[in-house]
Every structure is written in structure tokens, then in C-alpha cells.
């Protein structure tokens, strides 16, 4: 899991409601009754003892955030609880070593799994992005940002794409409304 308290349990069927209601009462340390990205990114653990990194938890905020307050309520909760886990699960396929890394080769290796087939030069420029404490490696938390901006940009690609060549022709301003909308 990668909360603090709970990074050593581990389940193969989704948690039951009383869990993940003590799990978000914990979290939301304000008692709103909305997790807020502060709350949550402070709950969260990358693995390497650095603060999550604040671009993944507003991401996650906002794609989980259905009424557009700035945090998610419990019945949201249970959708960021499944897909932390769900990434944490993956990445740790991917970390072979458990180092709280993974490298070039097995960024490589996971995303080919899911489909990509890219440059190794555009695996550096990957590395370079999203490795945010310059190791040459990404962290659990820069790899989910590394991932959905990933999926994001490919979304926005075949749009353009109609004809799936994988060539498009855009003008200037539909590439920046493209780049502004993942950014």
C-alpha cells in the first residue's frame, strides 16, 4: 500500500468499507470530509523518504474530484485507494530490485508491456523528465505521472490521428492547446 501506516499490508481483493473509512479518517486530518492534495500527498509514500511529488497528487485529485471542490469525499476515496494500489502494484513488477526505482530499461520494459513501442532516445528524454531527483532512474510516484502523461498525450494524438498512420497534421494552435491541456 503506499500509505505510511500500511505499507506493509497487502490485498489481493479490493478492502472493505470499514478499512478504507478508517483509512480516510486518518487521511483527512482536518475532518472536512474531503481529502484535500496537501492531506493527501503528506499520506502518501513514494518509497524513497521524499515528499510525493505534487503534480502526480493534484492529477490524481483532479481525475477522481467529481464534484470539483479541490478534494475527494470517502465514496471518491475508494477510487484513489484502487488506483494507487493498482500503480503500486505494476511499478513493483518493474522494480525487480525493490530499490524504490526503476530505470531506463525497465521503464522500457513496462511501457512495451503497455503497448509502446519508443525510441531509445525518447526513453532518455523519459528519464530525464520525470526522474526528479536526478539518480537517472524514476520514483513509484514521477512513473504514475510519467504514465498518465503518457496515456494523455497518446488520447490527444489519436484524435488527430483519424486515419491511425500515426501521422497527424496539426496547426500551431492546436499543438498548444494539446501541450496546455496536459500540462
Not at 494523455?152 to 492547446?177: A, H, K, N, P, W
Amino acid at each position: 500500500m503506499a500509505y505510511h501506516a500500511y505499507q506493509s499490508a497487502q490485498y489481493s481483493a479490493p478492502p472493505d468499507q470499514s478499512f478504507l473509512w478508517n483509512i480516510f479518517q486518518r487521511v483527512d486530518k482536518d475532518h472536512s470530509g474531503a481529502i484535500s492534495d496537501t492531506e493527501l500527498q503528506q499520506a502518501l509514500s513514494n518509497g524513497t523518504w521524499t515528499p510525493f511529488n505534487p503534480v502526480t497528487i493534484r492529477s490524481i485529485i483532479s481525475m477522481f474530484d467529481r464534484d470539483n471542490k479541490g478534494g475527494v469525499n470517502f465514496h471518491e476515496f475508494g477510487g484513489v485507494w484502487k488506483y494507487i494500489t493498482d500503480w503500486q502494484n505494476i511499478f513493483h513488477t518493474y522494480d525487480t530490485d525493490h530499490s524504490g526505482f526503476i530505470g531506463k530499461e525497465q521503464l522500457k520494459q513496462a511501457l512495451t508491456c503497455f503497448g509502446y513501442r519508443l525510441s531509445d532516445h525518447f526513453y532518455n528524454i523519459l528519464i530525464q523528465k520525470f526522474d526528479r531527483q536526478t539518480r537517472g532512474q524514476v520514483a513509484f510516484d514521477d512513473f504514475i505521472q510519467c504514465c498518465t502523461v503518457l496515456q494523455r498525450l497518446t488520447d490527444m494524438f489519436r484524435r488527430y490521428d483519424t486515419d491511425q498512420d500515426g501521422v497527424i497534421q496539426v496547426s500551431y494552435e492546436q499543438y498548444l492547446c494539446m501541450m496546455f491541456s496536459v500540462a
